[in-house]
């Protein structure tokens, strides 16, 4: 069974920074990518930052140049710094890994964490 686990949120002040952590458990044949996906209230989930297995990174325009993805392949490890925090930035951050869960033969797919609330407010 793969779990991941989302950890770092909080209330931050705008201009502060947090940084997210997710952890995953449970074994998969071959990760695709990995990402951080956000959701506002009365709003659609949306992509915030995503990291290839090439390491290649891809961030939404929203968050250039402030928030930063890593993962740690060792540690079996995903996190997104967030620097300059904006109320905007406010919501519920999810950690997202898409692959083939047993062989090469398998589809790709999505497993997700539970979320972490992230509040920006003065």
């Known amino acids: 069974q793969v779990q991941l686990v989302e950890s770092g949120g909080g209330l931050v002040q705008p201009g502060g920074s947090l940084r997210l952590s997710c952890l995953v458990s449970?074994?998969?044949?071959?990760?695709?990518?990995m990402g951080w996906y956000r959701q506002a209230p009365g709003k659609q989930r949306e992509l915030v930052a995503q990291?290839?297995?090439?390491?290649?990174?891809n961030y939404a325009d929203s968050v250039k140049g402030r928030f930063t993805i890593s993962r740690d392949n060792a540690k079996n490890a995903l996190y997104l710094q967030m620097n300059s925090l904006k109320p905007e930035d406010s919501a519920v951050y999810y950690c997202?890994?898409?692959?083939?869960?047993?062989?090469?033969?398998?589809?790709?797919?999505?497993?997700w964490g539970p979320g972490t609330q992230v509040t920006v407010s003065s």
């Open positions: 449970g074994s998969i044949f071959r990760i695709n990518s």
């Open positions: 990291i290839t297995s090439s390491s290649s990174t």
């Open positions: 997202n890994v898409n692959g083939r869960r047993f062989s090469a033969k398998d589809l790709l797919r999505d497993y």
